[in-house]
């Protein structure tokens, strides 16, 4: 008997099997048969793209806000981030009083600034800004892993992920937004809080903040909106803005910046002998370019590892235009060749090349450290301010360069200048002071990120505080005795006074972003 053919449903029950997701929530749009949740579509994103001087933004209902962290989930699972990985943070401020204490919730991812701080400092140029959308993208493939966004960022936005060695963000699900689709955060919120809003961006920003207990906005411009119907508290603040966690190390950089102005501090004690027509034998400053030398190599060689992904570390010349990175790895990269320049011309007795070198050697070695000052003072970190910074790195490089000239004169048994107390003295006083400074705001009355970095130094940081005083003094006193030794004390002192550099910053972030 001849086979029938299947009749009408065995053929639509095998066309329904055969479909995918995709394509069978296509066909109830094309029967009009909305899904239940289609006013997300239409509320929660714009229906019509920016235009000129305009830009797409977050907005947040503070008033919808649970803190349920279904935007986290998310923005989570959509992007696929590792276990300890997150691009969407939900925290809390407090405040109010006693009688009427006051609590609120807040979600927030990037802000998508106008002027992005992350873009600015990226050496690479990993960073870009949509012209037609305004979101501010990250660059997986063009990222090194230096992290110098993360400092640059007042809001905590780029996240490292140890794994990949490279740094990422949230995009505000660029590839969703392009095709009508609202951002996973968005979507997922149950209570509607989240929206993403067409916003025209500013000429200028007003030193204002977006919310409690953040960065002022004047800086990178963001361009989130947080809004509510009853305005909050004034004296409101992040639930953990008292937390006295010590900020990550960066030990690498430690060790980069101790050396490398210990090694610009033997260059320009070279430099300045030869102008003041010193005693100082060719023997002595052959030691000193050979042992500056060294320092410069080692320093700038230590700054690698601090690299995420260090093979595509020859692209940092790349943000020369606007990141002090990139400035200051460009001027360090020149220095010991030009260094073992003046190694050659003090071996070979070249009389002639040997002021001209010297002094190119200083300049570069200078320039390099004012380059270190300006990568840290650009981040507007109060605990990082230009003066300060100024005053703690130009005072190691007094302070190392003199310690390790005073050990050179010494194993080479001839008399130093005296000239040289007069430079570490110098040195001394910086560090003293300015280091000094930066401990008596922990008697404020108000808090602030000075006051916060005071009191990691004075209670979180408390053993590597004292050791750092107790190696400067007695490293002043053991070196007119035994300069070697006495050199060593200090350059530990110095080395702990980075440490404590890097440590004892307040950082600025959003309310209970992640540590």
């Known amino acids: 008997m001849p086979l029938t053919s ?91 009083s006693t009688a009427a204490p006051f609590q609120q919730t807040v979600t927030t991812a990037c802000h998508h600034c106008e002027d992005p701080a992350c873009m600015n400092g990226c050496p690479t140029l990993a960073y870009e800004k949509d012209e037609k959308t305004g979101i501010v993208r990250h660059l997986d493939d063009q990222c090194i892993g230096c992290q110098y966004c993360m400092l640059k960022c007042p809001y905590d936005v780029p996240k490292y992920n140890d794994d990949l060695g490279i740094v990422r963000k949230c995009d505000m699900c660029y590839d969703r937004l392009k095709v009508g689709e609202a951002p996973a955060c968005v979507q997922s919120c149950p ?25 002022n906005s004047d800086y990178t411009k963001p361009t989130t909106t947080f809004r509510r119907k009853t305005p909050l508290p004034d004296n409101m603040s992040a639930a953990d803005a008292e937390n006295l966690t010590p900020e990550h190390a960066h030990l690498p950089l430690v060790w ?12 320009t004690l070279s430099a300045l002998f030869q102008f003041i027509q010193a005693p100082v034998s060719a023997t002595t400053y052959l030691w000193m370019a050979v042992i500056g030398t060294i320092f410069a190599i080692i320093g700038i060689g230590s700054s690698i590892l601090h690299l995420g992904s260090p093979l595509g570390a020859w692209r940092a010349f790349l943000g020369l235009r606007r990141s002090w990175l990139s400035r200051e790895i460009v001027v360090f990269g020149a220095w010991p060749p030009l260094a073992m320049l003046l190694i050659a011309v003090l071996y070979f007795k070249l009389d002639a090349w040997q002021l001209p070198v010297t002094i190119a050697c200083c300049a570069i070695s200078l320039l390099g450290v004012y380059c270190s000052v300006m990568v840290y003072a650009d981040t507007r970190r109060d605990f990082w301010r230009l003066d300060r910074t100024l005053a703690r790195f130009f005072g190691n490089l007094l ?36 280091e000094s400074l930066s401990l008596l705001p922990a008697r404020q009355s108000h808090w602030s990120f000075a006051k916060k ?57 959003m309310p209970g972003s992640r540590e």
């Open 6 to 96: 299947p009749n009408l449903i065995d053929q639509l029950l095998a066309d329904q099997q055969s479909l995918t997701a995709v394509e069978r929530f296509s066909q109830i749009h094309d029967r009009e048969e909305s899904p239940a949740q289609e006013k997300y579509y239409k509320d929660l994103i714009p229906l019509s793209k920016p235009g000129k001087g305009e830009q797409y933004a977050f907005e947040v209902d503070l008033d919808a806000c649970t803190g349920c962290k279904a935007c986290v989930v998310a923005c989570h699972s959509l992007n696929g981030l590792d276990d300890n990985e997150s691009w969407r943070d939900v925290g809390m401020i407090s405040g109010g």
């Open 191 to 215: 209570s509607g809080a989240i929206k993403i809003k067409v916003i025209k961006q500013k000429a200028e920003a007003k030193e204002t903040r977006m919310i409690a207990g953040v960065f």
């Open 256 to 267: 980069m910046l101790t050396l490398t102005q210990t090694g610009a501090g033997l260059f």
């Open 399 to 434: 302070i190392g360069g003199t310690a390790i000239t005073l050990a050179i004169f010494s194993l080479t048994s001839q008399p130093h200048p005296a000239i040289l107390h007069l430079t570490l003295g110098l040195g001394a006083l910086l560090r003293i002071t300015v």
């Open 453 to 509: 970095s005071a009191l990691v130094q004075l209670v979180s940081l408390r053993t590597p505080l004292i050791l750092r005083w107790l190696c400067l003094f007695a490293g002043l006193a053991i070196i007119v005795f035994t300069p070697v030794i006495g050199a060593l004390v200090l350059l530990t002192g110095e080395w702990l006074a980075r440490y404590l550099f890097f440590r004892a910053v307040a950082a600025p972030k």
